[in-house]
């Protein structure tokens, strides 16, 4: 009776002993179960923080989980947090109105021919491609490129179009002379491909969505120009005249542009740094624009 007496307290005070030391039972699903020590006797994780076992790590803190079923059960998944990358302001539409800024006729005697009907002669850019670099560790200042489209229709104030032939000047031709009297209009259309270069600083106006300015150099490459005039046969049928060829135009052209905008909004202005056309075949022309744009 004494030696069972002595085992049990023997057990008692080894039971005792173990029970001061505090430990968790990790089931990872795929191992066996293992006990592991905690370094802290005292518990410090409180009821509004979850554990996340993955691995055989415990993790601890503030969470969003998302359970998704699995054929070991359900487990938590930690979305990931939101990028905090630079990004650019370049993709998207934009529309503004086209006018000449600095005209030089003098190889004409000063006839204007080119003059232009500003509410109708207006550009639509297309931003289709973007590549941004962050320049500072806040990443609200950076660099980017990209490509995109821009079409422009110039609207001639007059009823009259523009020819050119191999050899000469770029002059204006009467569209009397053919013989048309109703004229609608008379354009000069362009379209270029777009490749910028620019920088752009951002402002914190909200906690994601951010104002900008932007500004630098736009570089085109000419594809396509073409004249075009709607009129009004004699006999009252709408009829259109195109013809298609170079007229001139530089094959290149560079434009500064200057963007101010807030979330998905901007307005922008761009300022041609080279002649739309030789000064050799054709007037000196530097075309503006103003409008606004939607970026995505």
Not at 1 to 7: C, D
Not at 26 to 31: Q, T
Not at 229 to 242: A, C, I, L, N, P
Request: aromatic share 14%.
């Amino acid at each position: 009776m004494k030696t069972v007496a002595a085992f049990i307290t023997l057990m008692v005070c080894v039971l005792s002993a173990s029970a001061q030391k505090d430990s968790v039972i990790v089931n990872d699903g795929w191992r066996k179960d293992t006990i592991r020590e905690k370094k802290q006797v005292v518990d410090t994780i409180d009821k509004d923080t979850e554990m996340i076992i993955w691995d055989n790590n415990v993790r601890e803190g503030q969470v969003h989980t998302v359970s998704i079923p699995s054929p070991f059960g359900f487990y938590p998944i930690n979305p990931r947090p939101r990028s905090n990358k630079f990004r650019g302001h370049w993709n998207g539409f934009y529309f503004g109105f086209v006018n000449f800024g600095k005209t030089n006729y003098s190889k004409y005697g000063g006839d204007k021919f080119m003059e232009l009907d500003w509410a109708s002669s207006f550009t639509m850019q297309f931003n289709f491609m973007k590549f941004s670099f962050g320049l500072n560790p806040r990443q609200s200042f950076g660099i980017f490129t990209g490509m995109g489209l821009d079409y422009s229709r110039l609207c001639l104030d007059g009823d009259i179009t523009v020819r050119r032939a191999k050899g000469e000047m770029l002059h204006a031709v009467p569209l009397s002379e053919w013989g048309i009297t109703d004229v609608k209009r008379s354009t000069f259309k362009t379209l270029y491909l777009t490749i910028p270069l620019m920088l752009e600083k951002q402002f914190p106006a909200t906690k994601r969505r951010r104002a900008y300015v932007s500004t630098g150099i736009i570089g085109g490459i000419r594809l396509h120009s073409k004249t075009k005039v709607v009129y009004t046969s004699d006999k009252g049928h709408k009829r259109k005249m195109k013809e298609s060829g170079s007229y001139g135009m530089v094959p290149f052209k560079a434009d500064y542009t200057l963007r101010v905008g807030y979330r998905g909004v901007c307005i922008w202005g761009n300022y041609s740094l080279t002649e739309m056309f030789n000064k050799n075949r054709a007037p000196e022309l530097r075309p503006f624009a103003v409008g606004f744009g939607f970026t995505i």
